[in-house]
């Protein structure tokens, strides 16, 4: 087993490591089909071969080759690194900075086999989020990171390491950038290609920014997704009896058992792939697993009835359970679910992200790479059954919404009855529209942090911080919508800590406007300092944001003012907090709705417990929410107006262009006619 500090020594080439090849009994990705020409596989094989010596060019040139036409892609599996991967404390990483040994301690959580979907393609969620193109890419990052002063930068081209460059101590000390392809190019067919060569990569949102924290990221998005869902659709605040139907248990999907049961509810959720199921089972995140639908259907009626709080997993596909729910409606008028959702990988739909009801597990990824063309008609019309159930159930009182997995757009594709007369509109509101969209409009949205000791007892300690800075800002708060927000917030602390959510570092999640993350990161910072945190503390969010995403179907499917297509928020939010101290910055093409679909960014900013870090954090922070604020103010959106509003009376010189509203718009046809 090799050590951190060999781990940070560069590519290890003499002796070079044995080739064992893809490891038997773990999860892999499905093998990708990018029909290159002879000439594109040449290239392929040339871009992999320029991180080695010429000496062994010949040697890894045939074991190259035959990854690119076993597997699609050359991940380099002979270096795959032999060592336990996961996040270690921080002061056992072999650096110069802190920030360079942060950053370690955040990629190898990604990599880590409790917590990536498929570890040995370095792919962190979604079926083809990557932290790295290859392997090689990974020993030469380590390197550089236990190299890096404070007065370096990295490089990061789409998995790439190009280099460490002169900077500042003021300066990020890493930048990333994942899939920027000039737009005419930005296409799936493209991205298969250009992957397949290694010259871009899909980041989705944190993983190819090293900020994934495992499935509690998106158990506390979809808690509070299912309870203002409850609130709105049901007019309820207690789920308790209500059914929530879904897919998928996978990487990100995974977290939807343990949030419905978080939020008393009783969530039924199918998944084709028997590994994700009892993964999430021994992690004590499902509750119960069915492979029979009769039995399925009597466990739902019977949670139901009681009014008991159930995560129950049928091992089959989610379109033959709907159609089960259909033909159950027809026999007995009895409405079995009253909220669906879907969030199968619905972005990469014909490479694994969604399995069609005609073919077996098995079957589907023989197919999948055998015959594309007629794997990809079998998951239209697989999408056009599964919209023609849910359409058949939502006519009699189920409330159906998208996850921002792309699924109504790529059902839209396949012919499905899902409306769309306008472009990015459907039959039914994605969560963003009708749920978020209003928390991200007040600026809540999902700020994280980890705790880099890897104790416990640190994590502990940052909860208590946070609960506290939350129960005092609700006292001086004085906007209900605001309140309600807060209020959920410190019981999902409170629930977090009670469920064991950790899956890899030490971390934790909560949905926090820009007073609140202020204060928690400030109060965070100070716990450092005054030794109640034994070790840094890295602040994070999810790309999915008020500011971090442009995405029509998702972050930006509220925005009605005709920009939702324009990207020019993440782009700015990317640059904006890159001089305002964050310790590295992402923007990505793709994540979550797909390729070519949105463009998003993050950051990771660490606290030491030094004043300049919480000079950083206030300044930085301040500005990751409120130009998203701003940004949603001017499009139109009344509680962003208030909000942006409260925000300029508190800090002087922050001055945002506020719009007029045409209160009269009978004028518009009048102008038009004149």
């Known amino acids: ?38 000439q594109e596989k040449k290239l392929a094989l040339k871009n992999a071969l320029r991180y080695f010596p010429a000496d062994l060019h010949e040697l890894l040139a045939s074991e190259f080759a035959k990854e690119l036409k076993l597997y699609g892609h050359i991940y380099m599996y002979r270096f795959c690194p032999q060592i336990v991967m996961r996040a270690y404390p921080i002061q ?96 799936r067919e493209e991205y298969e290609r250009m992957f397949a060569m290694g010259v871009t ?59 419905a049961v978080i939020a008393g509810c009783v969530g039924v959720i199918a ?34 009835k009681r009014k008991t709080a159930l995560s129950l997993g049928y091992h089959g596909n989610v379109v033959d359970l709907w159609e089960r ?49 007629k794997f990809q008609a079998l998951v239209q019309e697989s999408l056009r059954r599964q919209v023609a159930a849910i359409n058949k159930l939502s006519d009699h009182g189920l409330f159906f919404w998208d996850y921002g997995n792309a699924f109504l757009l790529e059902a839209q594709r396949a012919g499905a009855d899902v409306g769309g007369a306008n472009k990015g509109e459907f039959r039914y509101p994605s969560y963003v529209q009708h ?25 502990a300690s940052t909860d208590s911080i946070a609960s506290s800075v939350l129960e005092e800002t609700v006292l001086e708060e004085v906007n209900v919508s605001v309140k309600q927000q807060y209020r959920d917030n410190i019981h999902w602390i409170q629930e977090a800590r009670r469920h064991n959510l950790v899956v890899g570092s030490q971390a934790r999640i909560l949905y926090s406007d820009q007073k609140g993350r202020v204060a928690i990161a400030v109060a965070i910072n100070q716990g450092i300092a005054k030794g109640r945190i034994k070790a840094p503390v890295v602040l994070s969010r999810d790309h999915h944001d008020v500011s971090g995403a442009d995405s029509p179907y998702r972050e930006t499917s509220n925005i009605y003012d005709g920009s939702a297509f324009c990207a020019d928020m993440a782009v700015q939010n990317f640059v904006g907090d890159s001089f305002r101290g964050a310790t590295w910055v992402a923007l990505h093409n793709g994540g979550g709705v797909g390729w070519g679909e949105v463009i998003n960014g993050g950051f990771g900013l660490v606290l030491d417990g030094s004043a300049d870090a919480e000079e950083r954090a206030k300044m ?47 004028i518009l046809e009048q102008a038009l006619q004149s």
Request: include cysteine; hydrophobic fraction near 40%; proline fraction near 6%.
């Open 435 to 459: 749920i978020m969209g209003d928390i991200f409009s007040l600026g809540f949205g999902p700020f994280r942090w980890v705790c880099t000791s890897g104790n416990p007892e640190d994590l």
């Open 92 to 187: 056992e990483y072999p650096c110069k900075t802190i920030q360079a040994a942060a950053i370690m301690h955040m990629i190898m959580n990604n990599l880590d086999p409790a917590v990536a979907q498929f570890p040995q393609e370095l792919v962190t969620y979604g079926g083809n989020g990557q932290v790295f193109s290859n392997w090689a890419q990974f020993w030469l990052v380590m390197r550089y990171l236990s190299e890096m002063t404070e007065d370096q930068t990295l490089v990061m081209y789409s998995g790439h390491p190009l280099g460490l460059f002169p900077s500042h101590r003021n300066a990020p000390r890493l930048v990333i950038t994942n899939g920027m392809v000039i737009p005419n190019y930005s296409s």
């Open 1 to 38: 087993m090799s050590t951190l500090k060999e781990i940070c020594g560069g590519l290890p080439l003499y002796p070079i490591p044995e080739n064992r090849g893809r490891t038997a009994g773990i999860p892999h990705a499905p093998v990708r089909t990018p029909s290159l020409t002879v």
């Open 201 to 259: 990569m899909y980041g989705q949102m944190t993983a190819g920014s090293y900020c994934y924290i495992g499935p509690q990221g998106i158990v506390h998005g979809t808690v509070l997704t299912v309870l203002n869902a409850g609130r709105r659709y049901l007019g309820v605040e207690n789920l308790a009896g209500k059914v929530f139907v879904t897919s998928g248990l996978g990487g990100m999907s995974g977290a939807q058992a343990k949030a």
């Open 620 to 666: 930085m922070l301040s500005w990751d929410v409120s130009n998203g604020v701003a940004r949603r103010c001017w499009s139109g959106n009344k509680n962003a107006y208030e909000t942006i509003c409260q925000a300029m009376e508190k800090e002087e010189k922050l001055k945002v262009t506020l719009p007029h509203q045409v209160v009269n718009v009978n």
């Open 325 to 373: 729910l259909v033909e159950e409606f027809e026999k007995t008028g009895e409405l079995l679910a009253d909220l669906g959702s879907d969030q199968t990988s619905c972005h990469n739909p014909f490479n694994g992200g969604y399995y069609p009801v005609q073919l077996t597990f098995k079957e589907a990824n023989q197919l999948m790479s055998s015959n594309p063309v």
């Open 271 to 304: 998944e084709v792939d028997e590994a994700a199921l009892l993964k999430r089972h021994q992690q004590g995140w499902l509750m119960e697993i069915t492979k029979n639908l009769d039995q399925c259907i009597v466990r739902l009626r019977e949670a139901k």
